[in-house]
């Protein structure tokens, strides 16, 4: 081979080598920015028809509704904890920290931190939702199994009623 080829060869090669690297990088990178989103239901029961369970010390968010009488707080610190239900069973979500302002129970929450064991989660944030009509979109579909329609796609049946003065 001439000096003249294995040189283009060696560059083609390096070039290879760092545009998988790159991608290498960013996939792993990737993979720690995410979190699963289940429902009590599916952390326990498993998810889809394999009923694959997350494996302790995984990342993942968890949305339910706060099971009234179920909060308990240390007097002496921030730590608290309570129940989340959807249809099915509990689960326990221990949290260290100032809860949201609309945090209370009967409330629908999404949780977001650490798998402990099957049934509890060690929560790094809360997040409560902003007024009684919204539900994200997943905990909706998962508890009551409603598909959301952008208002640019109903139909006048599905329309909702506003009343009051216009």
């Known amino acids: 081979m001439q000096p003249r080829r294995q040189k283009r060869l060696a560059a083609v090669i390096l070039v290879i080598a760092l545009l998988t690297g790159a991608v290498a990088a ?9 979190d699963l989103f289940y429902t009590p239901s599916q952390l326990v029961e498993g998810l889809g028809k394999d009923k694959v369970k997350p494996v302790p010390g995984q990342r993942l968010r968890i949305g339910g509704m706060v099971v009234p009488g179920s909060v308990q707080r240390d007097p002496n610190s921030l730590k608290v904890s309570f129940d989340l239900v959807d249809t099915g069973p509990l689960v326990r979500v221990t949290y260290e920290g100032i809860l949201p302002d609309l945090f209370r129970e009967g409330q629908g929450i999404v949780a977001q931190g650490i798998l402990v064991d099957a049934t509890t989660i060690d929560a790094s944030e809360v997040l409560a939702k902003h007024d009684e009509e919204y539900m994200p979109p997943e905990v909706a579909e998962a508890i009551k199994g409603i598909k959301h329609v952008p208002p640019s796609q109903q139909t006048t049946s599905e329309a909702p009623v506003k009343e009051g003065r216009y």
């Open 26 to 34: 960013m996939l792993y990178a990737l993979q720690q920015n995410i």
